[in-house]
């Protein structure tokens, strides 16, 4: 499903390159219901989403974007029926398998924002080896969030620095708003200035709760698997329109 008449050329002729969003966050929803609109079960809907996650991050990567975080599970999801956890978790590990190398070549550096503790043992193992391989790349920081919650991101944070506080590390008195994103698992990045959210839901779900306080919004009615490079590029032209105050006038 296509609806923007555009072509790629068109929409990309349209966009400041010099004013691209340095940090763009993407809250992957719909694969369920994309699914569902085809009689099929939920996990082919995740399966269809993780090949816009190969588009997307490739796109991303070569428009000059630094920092993409995708929101592939969140604490919250656990709560789903056992299958489609494990169908999700066996989907991501055959993904990042058969991308590794290409994420590597094109010098993407994998960070994951979450607890990969609570992920089963051959998630968290292919996890662990992508960031490796690709941690001293310079291109593209691609953040996955999985068991990600931005409540959790914070109290892990606090707790982290109490510790520093206890360790003499830091003192108290000189923590700011600032200092204190060095907490958060986005540690040395820029807050997002673009948060698209697919799917049609008007809410953050437990996104990047400290670090979305200025971010603009996008919000779509097309489901994850039917997002393009098109809508990223929309997505953009859009934001590049906005006159962001930051409280200022
Ligand atoms: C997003 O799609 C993927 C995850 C949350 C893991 P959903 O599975 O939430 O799809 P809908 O919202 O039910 O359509
Ligand atoms: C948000 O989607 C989490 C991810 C996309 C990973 P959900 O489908 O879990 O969010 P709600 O339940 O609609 O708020
Ligand atoms: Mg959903």
């Given amino acids: 499903m296509n609806v923007i008449n555009q072509t790629i050329e068109e929409l990309k002729s349209q966009i400041n390159i010099e004013k691209l969003p340095k ?15 085809r009689f099929l079960p939920r996990n082919f809907g995740h399966q269809e989403g993780m090949e816009r996650v190969i588009e997307i991050v490739s796109a991303a990567s070569n428009l000059g974007i630094k920092y993409l975080s ?5 604490t919250e999801n656990w709560k789903r029926p056992m299958e489609e956890v494990q169908g999700l978790m066996k989907i991501l590990v055959q ?5 590794l190398d290409k994420l590597h070549k094109n010098n993407v550096k994998v960070q994951i924002m979450g607890d990969i503790n609570k992920l089963p043992e051959f998630a968290r193992k292919e996890v662990i080896k992508t960031i490796e391989k690709t941690s001293l790349n310079t291109g593209m920081i691609l ?5 990600y919650g931005g409540r959790d991101e914070i109290i892990f944070g606090i707790k982290n620095l109490l510790n520093d506080v206890e360790m003499g590390k830091i003192d108290i008195n000189d923590l700011n708003a600032d200092k204190f994103s060095d907490y958060l698992y986005t540690k040395g990045q820029p807050d997002p200035d673009l948060l698209i959210r697919p799917s049609g839901e008007l809410r953050i779900s437990n996104f990047m709760l400290y670090q979305i306080a200025y971010t603009e919004f996008w919000l779509s009615d097309v489901l994850w698997p039917d997002f393009t490079e098109k809508h990223l ?7 590049q329109k906005r006159n962001r105050r930051f409280g200022g006038i």
């Fill in 23 to 37: 940090h763009i966050a993407i809250i992957m929803d719909g694969n369920g219901r994309w699914a569902k609109k």
């Fill in 70 to 74: 995708l929101y592939a599970f969140s």
């Fill in 95 to 99: 993904y990042i398998a058969k991308e």
């Fill in 143 to 147: 953040n996955i969030a999985l068991n």
């Fill in 233 to 239: 590029l929309l997505s953009i032209i859009d934001y």
